[in-house]
């Protein structure tokens, strides 16, 4: 599987942009899918996860109620809405899928074999 990120940008606090992950190869629809961040000298961090069949999410706390996680199988791409964004929430974003991963395992990079290049997400105060 191949992952391809976009929509970042920059963008005023509380405004909001939706990224996408377009995957191509084969079984997409069998892959849970992970969001990621990381800003300049801080660790990778996780924010969001979606099952293969989109029936289930998981978010970070620090965007819980701003950020929502959606698929669309029939289109291979995964999205990440993020409304009323911070200055906090500014970092490299990545996606990431793994086909066999545990919904324990959904929070730690290390577990997910396949990873998209990163889109940087910039949020002014």
């Known amino acids: 599987v191949q992952l391809q990120a976009s929509g970042g940008g920059l963008v005023q606090a509380g405004g909001y942009l939706r990224l996408s992950c377009a995957a191509s190869g084969r079984a997409f629809s069998r892959y849970a899918m992970g969001w990621f961040r990381q800003a300049p000298g801080k660790e990778r961090e996780f924010v969001a996860a979606?099952?293969?069949?989109?029936?289930?999410?998981d978010y970070a706390d620090s965007v819980k109620g701003r950020f929502t996680v959606s698929r669309d199988n029939a289109k291979n791409t995964v999205y990440l809405q993020m409304n009323s964004l911070k200055p906090e929430d500014t970092a490299v974003y990545y996606c990431?899928?793994?086909?066999?991963?545990?919904?324990?395992?959904?929070?730690?990079?290390?577990?997910?074999?396949?990873w998209g290049q990163g889109t940087q997400v910039t949020v002014s105060s």
């Open positions: 990431a899928a793994d086909q066999d991963l545990y919904r324990s395992s959904w929070y730690v990079w290390q577990e997910y074999d396949y």
């Open positions: 979606i099952s293969w069949s989109g029936d289930s999410t």
